[in-house]
Every structure is written in C-alpha cells, then in structure tokens.
C-alpha cells in the first residue's frame, strides 16, 4: 500500500543537515506534493489544548456558535459557519468551523484600508480557552511553515531566505478549525476534492482520520501520525515552479464513526504580491497546463495573490462575498 513519506525537518528548526531535508522535500513534492513532517517544534500539549478547547467550541448550541458567525467578521473574513455553509466544487461541505488568521490592529494600514481578509479575529465568549490555545498553535505552526519553505528554497536550488526576502516577508497565514461531525457516509464528502490556494499547508489531525490524497497511482488514505503534521504544497508554489512541484488534489471523508476535528495553517505570499515563476520554470509550464487534475491554470490569471485567493473564497463562501469582499472581489 502507497504512503506519503515522512520527513524530519528538525534540522530546518534548529541545526543539522540542511541539504539531506532539501533533497527530501524535493523528492516528495515532485512525486505527490504531500508529506508527512516531524521534528517540527509544536509541543504535543499545544495541539492537546487546541483540540479540547475546539472539542469545546463546537459542542456549544448553535445559536451560541451563530453569534461569531462569519457575516459579523466583515472583511476580515473571520468567524464560524455552521455545517453545509462552505462549499467545495459547488457542494456543500459535511463540516462546520471557525475561519481564523493573523490578528491585526484596526489602525494597521491594510485594515484602515479596508483590504479584504485582514482584520481581528472572533472569539467565543463561553470557551475563554479557546483563543490562546489556537494562537499558540498558530505560532508554532508559522515557526515550522517558515522553515519549511527554507527547506523549498534550498530544494529548488535557491538560497534559504529567498521566499522569506521576496513572497513571505509578511505572509497571508489563514488558520481554519473544521470539526467533521460522525455519521458521515461514502456517499457523503465532508471536503470534496480541491487543491489548496498559496505555497504551503500544515495540518494537524485529531487521532480519527480521514484525509485522502490523490497520487498518480490513484487515492490513498493519509492516516494521523502520532506527533507529525501532514504537510502540502499549493496552486501558486505549483505557478512558481512551472508544475515541477504539483499542487495535489485532495479530499476528506468521516466514516470514522466519530466527530473528526482539523487544523489546517495556510502559509501563503504577501497578499499584495505578484508571483513570477523561476527563471528555471519557464520551459515547463505548457506541460502543467495541460496536465492540472481540473484543466484549469495556475499561470494563466494577472494580478495579486489576493486576486486569486479572492476569487477562489468568493465561491467558497458565495452568501457573503458582496458583504465580506465587496467590490475588491
């Protein structure tokens, strides 16, 4: 049976061998653009609180959920909504969650003016918890994404602060806490197959699975590891690298027989950024076109990375793209 391959990137964290993980990570993005990371500095107790704080969250009544809801977040994009008010592919998705990001001032310049997903996050008032648990693992998870992409830098044959110096000096860091409630089915996707939007995902899994990856030779299930986060690159590292490092489709369904909680942190380009593919990808990105798993193109739009994440949310979320994104969108 196929898996994903596990890659220590402890040496990325800390001190070690740089060019052994860069090889690594090379190797795993070319043969499915997903891997599993370990040594990635998040403590196990910061994910134990975040997972019961969330645990917490999500068995409040809905009305008590409903007052964070995303339409209160304005512009900034934040807030809960409840099961089936996010869709994939048109579908409504079998989840609820709580759309969270980096916190913001209102007098930071974006905010002031009014640029779309930038902005305070929400908080429930009766899970007191819940906000310093989720910004610790948000921390964390930025620390280890940061790295990580030193890691692509060096796997590309870039230096290691290249990403830090050109897309990610000031990231998009979205964060989502998706909860897939038990009784789902095989006729039911609680995520139907996408592909994620920036550079780079991790995803911390409670211990009940259900993430499926789609590789060359057909579906495979991506189990929880004990101290590990799956790890995925998006469409626009896919735009960067002229398809060499594929942006894969992937799905959940929970048929666990259990409530499933997710962590997905998206560490993203600076959302006024226009991304340029490498010198080195040039020649390889008819191929991608032709090859992408939707036949749509990473290369083919003009614009931001906020342009493109907009566009794609807009139809995430279409009840609140007038309210929420307005005119930007």
């Given amino acids: 049976m196929e898996s994903l391959p596990i890659i220590d990137i402890a040496p990325l964290v800390g ?22 990371a370990v040594g990635h500095g998040v403590a196990p107790d910061v994910l134990q609180a975040l997972e019961e704080e969330s645990r917490r ?19 900034a994009w934040r807030g809960y ?6 869709l994939t592919s048109g579908r409504p998705d079998l989840k609820e969650g709580l759309y969270l990001g980096t916190e913001l001032s209102p007098d930071h310049p974006r905010v002031r003016a009014g640029v779309p997903m930038h902005g305070a996050n929400l908080w429930p008032e009766e899970v007191p918890g819940l906000k310093a648990a989720a910004t610790a693992y948000m921390e964390g998870a930025t620390r280890a994404a940061a ?29 989502r806490i998706f909860h ?81 909680l997710s962590f997905p942190l998206f560490f993203d380009p600076d959302f006024e950024a226009r991304l340029q593919p490498l010198p080195v990808a040039a020649d390889r ?26 566009a794609k949310v807009g139809k995430v979320f279409p009840q609140l793209k007038d309210t929420a994104l307005g005119a930007s969108s």
């Avoid at 909504?81 to 996010?86: L, R, S």
């Fill in 285 to 310: 990105i008819e191929a991608d076109k032709s090859e992408r798993w939707d036949r749509a193109s990473v290369h083919e739009f003009e614009g931001t990375y906020g342009d493109y994440l907009l």
């Fill in 147 to 175: 790295a990580l992409m030193q890691g692509v830098s060096l796997s590309l044959g870039l230096d290691a602060d290249w990403f830090s110096r050109t897309y990610t000096a000031e990231p998009t860091v979205l964060f």
């Fill in 15 to 36: 001190h070690g061998d740089h060019v052994r993980v860069a090889e690594e990570i090379a190797a795993a993005c070319e043969a499915h653009g997903f891997f599993y």
């Fill in 81 to 86: 909504f409840p099961i089936g008010g996010e």
């Fill in 180 to 260: 897939y409630p038990a009784g789902g089915s095989q006729e039911h996707w609680g995520v139907g197959e996408h592909t994620d939007y920036g550079l780079l995902t991790l995803l911390a899994q409670d211990r009940y699975g259900g993430l499926q990856v789609r590789t060359p030779s057909g579906w495979i299930e991506a189990p929880p590891i004990e101290d590990a986060l799956v790890c995925n690159i998006g469409d626009m590292l896919e735009r960067l690298t002229g398809g060499r490092f594929k942006s894969t489709p992937h799905r959940v369904r929970n048929v666990s027989g259990h409530d499933r």
């Fill in 57 to 75: 969250f999500f068995a409040l009544p809905l009305e008590r959920k409903m007052a964070i809801a995303m339409s209160r977040g304005g512009r």
